[in-house]
């Protein structure tokens, strides 16, 4: 039986990652932004560990995972791999309670943090010899109840309360708007640049990721500094 992935060979993979890049590039020109001012976060759960190989030996960097146990596989596998020294890995999966330690020890990004409780345990369980855990903000930007995410009215305590953990440092906001929704990207742009105002001290404060494999155009447009793209590279997901 030959399942979705091995149909993807390599050669297709390092064909739609420069896909993606050429779209990513083409926007940036659209907007009269720079092609470097917007990173290409890989999200690669579900994908294996020799996939993410590949593209890291074509000189991929940024990596996204959702699911710790098969995350934390993929990143003591790869570890062993010189090419893939230099992989930065981001968590952008929902965060339980009781897994922040884990994702404290492995990761080198926090894209979804929404509660000032779980920025404290990210804090005080982030080794003392790792750098500072990168954090963005998740935000509830549709105020969907059934959306995880701050509302955008709770952004100023989180931000103060995280603003106080040495061991964290804050560098933006994540959002996953509503398909339906359809000014979510200059919504969050705004807030965005007005805490950028608010908070000059605000060091670091450089990352809105917002964007995926099908609206990473118009997210460029509005001003994304991070697209996170899946499927549109790795294809579609079991
Ligand atoms: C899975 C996932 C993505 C990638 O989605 P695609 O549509 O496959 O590009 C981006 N962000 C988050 C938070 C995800 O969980």
Known sequence: MKD????????NLIENWQQVSRQMTQACE???RQAEDVTLLAVSKT???DMIATLAQRGQVHFGENYLQEAIEKIE??????ECAGVVWHYIGSIQRNKTRDIAEHFDWVQTVERGIIAKRLNDQRP???????????????NEASKSG???????ELITTIKGYERLQLRGLM?????TDTNAFARTQQLFDAIKQSHPKLNGWDTLS??????????IAKGSTMVRVGSAIFGERN
């Open 77 to 82: 596998t790869l570890k062993e791999q010189p």
């Open 47 to 49: 994908k294996s560990a």
């Open 4 to 11: 979705i992935e091995n149909s993807m060979n390599s050669q």
């Open 30 to 32: 659209h907007s009269n």
């Open 150 to 156: 701050c509302l955008p009215e709770q952004l100023p």
């Open 128 to 142: 003392a010899e790792m750098p500072p855990l990168n954090v963005l903000i998740q935000v509830n930007i549709d």
């Open 210 to 219: 917002m964007g995926m494999s099908g609206d990473m155009e118009e997210a």
């Open 175 to 179: 959002i996953i708007p509503a398909k």
